[in-house]
């Protein structure tokens, strides 16, 4: 299993968002984790990447019990995370940003800045561009790009296609598909449910901190429960 939470308990202060959330994801695997607002989607993945602390419960990845591990050694370990907001430096260059999620490696990377443009060709004309210039589905290219320069072996992507317009947001799934076709695990939250499921291994339905449903994603779309309560019918 690459990775595995159980019975995760996390929040703000004295606010607790989770209350027993689990989830597991083989390598290789794209997982989506949906639901209304409120249900703790993006509190799970920052649990899972050191943003917040556990209160109860686990996080295992690659084997290893990483639970309130830090975010720094989570990136050490292969586990790279991208959140909704002010994911780019806006003010430096598409290439600038690359060399910025390098800053792990002791080794020579030039070649897996290439190996980035390749994977997202549209940046490669744009590299002398500051950041802050970019569509936002660049950006989002951006921000996914310098995640994987460090060869992680799971991607968390916070509502990759949050306010992106319907032509970028299918640009920004096909990328995830892309990234996954490189071996690379990836576990989403996403508010586009359908066309999350619709590409995802595994799905996670959490309601008010807990699960609701978990099974494929072709499986969860196929519900009718989870159609009437969570796609809007």
């Not at 993006?42 to 917040?52: I, R, Y």
């Amino acid at each position: 299993m690459l990775v595995e939470a159980a019975n995760l308990h996390a929040g703000y202060g004295e606010m607790n968002i989770l209350d027993g959330v689990s989830l597991a994801l083989e390598a290789g695997e794209i997982g989506v984790v949906i639901g209304p607002n409120g249900a703790g989607k993006s509190t799970t993945l920052k649990a899972l990447f050191g943003l917040l602390r556990v209160s109860e419960g686990s996080v295992r990845f690659d084997g290893a019990d990483v639970t309130n591990a830090t975010p720094e050694s989570l990136v050490r370990r292969g586990m790279s995370f991208v959140p909704q907001e002010r994911n780019v430096f806006e003010t430096l260059t598409v290439q600038e940003n690359l060399e910025m999620g390098a800053f792990v490696r002791r080794d020579d990377y030039r070649h897996l800045v290439e190996r980035i443009y390749a994977l997202f060709p549209p940046l490669r004309d744009k590299r002398g561009q500051p950041a802050g210039e970019l569509s936002g589905g660049q950006r989002q290219m951006v921000a996914m790009g310098r995640a994987l320069m460090v060869e992680p072996r799971l991607l968390l992507l916070d509502e990759p296609t949050a306010g992106l317009s319907p032509l970028f947001m299918s640009q920004v799934f096909e990328q995830i598909l892309a990234v996954n076709a490189t071996g690379v695990g990836v576990l989403m939250v996403e508010q586009n449910a359908r066309q999350a499921l619709g590409i995802a291994h595994k799905g996670f339905v959490l309601a008010s901190g807990r699960n609701r449903f978990t099974d494929t994603g072709q499986k969860l779309l196929a519900d009718p429960e989870v159609a009437r309560s969570f796609l809007g019918g």
